[in-house]
């Protein structure tokens, strides 16, 4: 089974840029669709972000869509989120997550596993 280490995160001010990346180990990262989730205080967990594993197609949230890049580096098994224009309502923990497409990408709900989180804090 993957596990994950997310990785990046921190304070910044709005319009300001982070980059998460999330380390994976096991051996069927590269053949797994990659997830980003955040979950927000008080909130339930939001898909953020997901990549497809051969295509490398993506898929993202409407709150994000234009501001956030995910992509991967299966050489490495990483995957990663760049974070442009950062508001204060992107504020949460995020986390990294793989699984099979449909599940990652259609229907935007994480896999079995995922890490522990790291934390996004925007200020305005």
């Known amino acids: 089974q993957v596990q994950f280490v997310e990785s990046g995160g921190g304070l910044v001010q709005a319009g300001g840029s982070l980059r998460l990346s999330c380390a994976a180990s096991?051996?069927?990262?590269?053949?797994?669709?990659v997830g980003w989730f955040r979950q927000a205080p008080g909130k339930e967990h939001e898909f953020v972000a997901g990549?497809?594993?051969?295509?490398?197609?993506?898929t993202y949230a409407d709150s994000v869509k234009g501001r956030f890049t995910i992509s991967r580096d299966n050489a490495q098994n990483t995957g990663y989120l760049q974070m442009n224009s950062l508001k204060p309502e992107d504020t949460a923990v995020y986390y990294c997550?793989?699984?099979?497409?449909?599940?990652?990408?259609?229907?935007?709900?994480?896999?079995?596993?995922w890490g522990q989180g790291t934390q996004v804090t925007v200020s305005s």
């Open positions: 990549i497809a594993a051969g295509t490398g197609s993506t």
């Open positions: 997550s793989a699984g099979p497409q449909y599940l990652i990408l259609l229907e935007r709900r994480p896999g079995t596993a």
């Open positions: 096991g051996r069927t990262f590269s053949m797994s669709a």
